[in-house]
């Protein structure tokens, strides 16, 4: 499995900037699996086009102003990315840049407000760090209060960007649940919402089933191998509330739609863990929850998910290849299949990646 098939090119103006003015006025590509029929239309107006009944399946993170700014003991400057806890809400596993130097001086603060002590390396490039806030509040909480949203790197922002205030809501999605702050990145196929068309689908029939996958860092990483399956796929905890569970287990309620590739890996994991083993432990409240890694490609089946809504993914993406396999479930046709779409977004100006437009899978 040659990791140079899901590579493309992408020619840089179409990598969107900035979101749409509106949340569901981005474009939405509809591909019909059983006709290979491809039409063109926009978010607001999906309803005409998911199947009746369609039970969707949210990932409801929410995206931690994560990226912190401080000072070696040298006075040396220190970018820290909070990826996700170590042992205690306060420790925390980070990236800093620069690594080397900051774990060498052992320490970085933010006057006034926070002093961070690096305790280890780790084997990913990432740190340990314990912080000692100054007003006593939770890292999450100071993350909130002083933190910057953490935009992929191919969103271009200067630090006096005044897209920046907008980047703090629109960077989320309108369900997004802040008891549930973790994550690093966002469930873009979700940022297309508003509460007026979840409140139109609803009205159609469309019910809405919440899970919370904390998005990680690994979502961004390329493929660096030749043979896919030797990539070391990345680890991400997921929790499906016990309604969510059922109905993800009951596929003659209604057809299941997954916003976006998040959830589709919660829903497949969750599923793949329960079939092998049935008595797997659940949460006291009846939550199922366990640490995804799964990596999904062609020729994968997919036991709960019966139809996508996604963005369009980086080149050599394990996102990439997880679509590619969705297109033509148990067959390697859709990697040449998505290639074609692909070509055919660019041809169309469709906006890609995180603040770009949309995918209907049926």
């Avoid at 100071?142 to 630090?159: N, V």
């Avoid at 030749?226 to 569970?245: G, K, N, V």
């Avoid at 148990?330 to 074609?340: F, R, V």
Wanted: aromatic share 8%; proline share 8%; charged share 20%.
């Amino acid at each position: 499995m040659d990791a140079a098939r899901f590579d493309y090119h992408l020619p840089p103006e179409r990598i969107a900037q900035e979101p749409a003015p509106r949340r569901d006025a981005a474009r939405l590509m509809v591909v019909d699996r059983a006709t290979r029929r491809v039409s063109h239309t926009t978010f607001d107006r999906i309803g005409e086009h998911l199947p009746p009944g369609a039970r969707c399946f949210r990932n409801n993170a929410a995206v931690l102003k994560a990226r912190l700014y401080g000072q070696r003991p040298t006075g040396g400057k220190v970018e820290c990315l909070l990826l996700h806890p170590a042992e205690d809400p306060q420790t925390w596993w980070c990236l800093l840049k620069p690594g080397k130097k900051t774990c060498a001086a052992g320490a970085f603060e933010q006057a006034g407000q926070f002093t961070a002590q690096v305790l280890e390396a780790g084997q990913n490039g990432n740190y340990r760090v314990r912080f000692q806030t100054a007003h006593h509040e939770p890292v999450t909480a100071l993350a909130e209060r002083i933190g910057i949203m953490p935009l992929p790197p191919y969103i271009e922002r200067s630090p006096d960007d005044p897209r920046r205030d907008s980047d703090n809501d629109r960077y989320q999605t309108v369900y997004a649940d802040y008891s549930k702050q973790q994550a690093v990145a966002a469930p873009t196929a979700g940022l297309h919402f508003t509460p007026e068309l979840i409140c139109q689908l609803e009205a159609g029939g469309t019910t809405f089933h919440d899970l919370t996958l904390q998005v990680g860092i690994g979502t961004f990483h390329p493929i660096q191998v030749e043979d896919i399956r030797e990539h070391p796929i990345h680890h991400e905890w997921y929790t499906i509330p016990a309604a969510s569970l059922a109905a993800l287990q009951n596929p003659a309620a209604g057809p299941r739609v997954a916003i976006g590739t998040t959830s589709v890996r919660s829903m497949e994991d969750a599923l793949q863990r329960l079939q092998k083993n049935p008595g797997i432990p659940h949460l006291p409240d009846g939550s199922f929850q366990a640490e995804a890694d799964l990596f999904i490609y062609p020729p994968a089946n997919f036991a709960g998910v019966d139809h996508l809504i996604t963005n369009f993914h980086l080149p050599k993406s394990t996102l990439l290849c997880l679509v590619s396999a969705f297109l033509t479930p148990g067959s390697g046709a859709g990697i040449e299949w998505l290639h074609q779409l692909y070509q055919e977004a660019i041809q169309k100006d469709y906006r890609f990646y995180s603040y770009g437009d949309a995918m209907l899978i049926l």
